[in-house]
């Protein structure tokens, strides 16, 4: 049987690919910060988890809840849309904490029983913005950016034990709540001299006509937690598929 621990399972891509792997008989351990019992189907496969991915404790506490896990997926994220000097180094430091901290600790803190059985997969949620960069995304770019890196090296280092390293890149999808809930977060207050710039950012997002949906994300997880020959970088979505093509184009 296996078993799949993904976190950030409340909304959005976590949530679909909860339900993804559920659909294919995978026990699926879906941690949340804040647990709800109604937004997945009821299954005797399902484990519900609370899990903070940046309180050491709360992780602790859900490894060892969770016994042995197959895959790995770090897909809890927080955004933040703003100019750099509209942020405060408090919100940077959040972005990173969640995004960045919370993925490489739990990878650690499942890395052992993995080694230690000679197979496993983690799989990083990162971001196409960090192929394709975008106006006003410079500190959650980075935030992913560093998760690619991390995933890269990582990958190298656990060849030798069986285990694998693979990131998704998820394109813009507006359908979750990772818009509202970074709005929500951060707020959304532009410095006067950036303001136009903003409004051409938002109008080019409305313009927008190649996304991602949750399900493309959910797939791609599938696969790079499925499939051993799959590429490093899976992009997700149709958006994030022309960023990767135009990025190997050069
Ligand atoms: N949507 C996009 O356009 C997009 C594009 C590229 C990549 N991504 C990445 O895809 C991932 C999922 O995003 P989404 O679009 O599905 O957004 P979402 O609907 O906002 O989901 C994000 C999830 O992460 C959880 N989370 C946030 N902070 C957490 C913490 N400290 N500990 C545990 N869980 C935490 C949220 O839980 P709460 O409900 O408790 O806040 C929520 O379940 C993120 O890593 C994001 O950066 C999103």
Redesign the pocket.
């Known amino acids: 049987m296996n078993t799949i621990l993904i976190?950030?399972?409340?909304?959005?891509?976590?949530?679909e690919t909860a339900r993804y792997f559920l659909d294919r008989d995978w026990t699926v351990i879906a941690?949340?910060?804040?647990l709800r019992d109604d937004v997945l189907p009821r299954s005797e496969r399902l484990r519900l988890q609370q899990?903070?991915?940046?309180?050491s404790d709360s992780i602790a506490r859900a490894v060892e809840a969770a016994g042995p896990i197959n895959v790995l997926v770090n897909?809890?994220?927080?955004?933040l849309l703003n100019a750099l000097e509209g942020v405060s180094m408090d919100n940077v430091r959040d972005v990173f904490?969640?995004?960045t901290l919370?993925a490489i600790a739990m990878t650690k803190a499942v890395l052992p029983q993995m080694r230690e059985r000679r197979a496993g997969v983690v799989v990083n949620?990162?971001?196409?913005?960090t192929v394709r960069p975008l106006s006003l995304l410079s500190v959650?770019t980075a935030s992913?950016a560093a998760v690619n890196a991390f995933t890269e090296s990582l990958a190298l280092e656990l060849q030798p034990f069986g285990v694998r390293a693979r990131l998704v890149?998820?394109?813009?999808?507006?359908e979750?709540?990772?818009?509202?809930?970074?709005r929500a977060r951060m707020g959304m207050n532009f410095p006067e001299p950036y303001a136009a710039l903003a409004a051409q950012v938002f109008a080019r997002m409305q313009q927008r006509r190649a996304v991602?949906r949750?399900l493309d994300?959910a797939e791609a997880v599938w696969r790079a937690a499925t499939d051993p020959s799959c590429p490093m970088r899976l992009p997700a979505g149709a958006d994030a598929v022309e960023a990767a093509a135009a990025a190997a184009a050069g």
Do not use: I, Q
């Not at 899990?51 to 309180?55: A, G, K, Q, Y």
């Not at 897909?75 to 955004?79: H, M």
């Not at 949620?125 to 913005?129: A, E, I, N, Q, W």
């Open positions: 976190t950030g399972c409340s909304s959005g891509f976590g949530l941690t949340m910060r804040t899990l903070d991915v940046t309180d897909n809890a994220g927080v955004g904490e969640t995004n919370g949620v990162s971001s196409s913005v959650y992913k890149l998820p394109g813009a999808a507006p979750t709540a990772f818009g509202d809930n970074a991602t949750a994300v």
